[in-house]
């Protein structure tokens, strides 16, 4: 059974730069999207992007300009990089896998890191 | 701000069955997209519940049923279990300027 986990700094300063990988355990990250999605209070679940095994990327409009999503097939992992932090990046974020039938939904989640924007 | 609205709280007793709904637009579930459902106990992960509007990946109970009809869609549950307790999330495509894949506001259910 695919199992997905993120890791990466929990505390990140204002203006400096998100990272976080999430690793694959049980399965191949080949051949499926792999997405970003994070949770807040205030604006409930909010997709990020996706990342396609072969690189392919795909971003929500509003984060575009800050938002890089790569993949690293040799090492199973998939990683986010969200540049120029405010505090409304504050937020639970989740890896999650994608399955694509020409619409995609999410059908395996990983734990969820909380990473929380503060100088 | 999503772009899908769904009632803040549900409540009922148990062995009941309680409703859900999920209303979009002519840009998301109007447009014919498919809505998916996610359960979300709190302090984990959303789950996937329900995909393709009806559509229960295997282990999710028969208690729990999708449906779609114009701009909104409704996930039912019947039978009304304590453990159902938790966070629902719709979820769909949107065409317009929002992002391309968008969440429902949630919905909490109680279990008196």
């Known amino acids: 059974q695919v199992q997905l986990h993120e890791s990466g700094p929990r505390l990140v300063k204002p203006s400096e730069t998100l990272s976080l990988t999430c690793t694959i355990s049980g399965g191949s990250i080949s051949s499926y999207y792999w997405t970003w999605i994070r949770q807040t209070p205030g604006k409930g679940l909010e997709w990020i992007g996706y990342v396609y095994s072969l690189g392919g990327t795909n971003y929500n409009p509003s984060l575009n300009s800050r938002v890089t999503i790569s993949v690293d097939a040799s090492k199973n992992q998939f990683s986010l990089n969200l540049k120029s932090v405010t505090a409304a990046d504050t937020a639970v974020y989740y890896c999650?896998?994608?399955?694509?039938?020409?619409?995609?939904?999410?059908?395996?989640w990983g734990l969820g890191t909380l990473v929380t924007v503060s100088s | 701000q999503s772009v899908l609205t769904q009632p803040p709280s549900v409540s009922g007793a148990p062995g009941q069955r309680v409703t859900i709904s999920c209303t979009g637009s002519t840009s998301n579930i109007g447009a014919g997209f498919d809505v998916h459902w996610y359960q979300q106990v709190p302090g984990t992960a959303p789950k996937l519940l329900i995909h393709?509007?009806?559509n229960r990946p295997s282990g999710v109970p028969d208690r729990f049923s999708g449906s779609k009809s114009g701009t909104s869609a409704s996930l039912a549950i019947t039978g009304l279990l304590p453990e159902d307790e938790g966070d629902y999330y719709c979820q769909s495509y949107d065409t317009s300027l929002s992002a391309l894949y968008v969440f429902g506001t949630g919905t909490r259910v109680t279990v008196l």
């Open positions: 999650a896998r994608a399955i694509d039938y020409g619409e995609y939904y999410f059908d395996t």
């Open positions: 393709g509007n009806n």
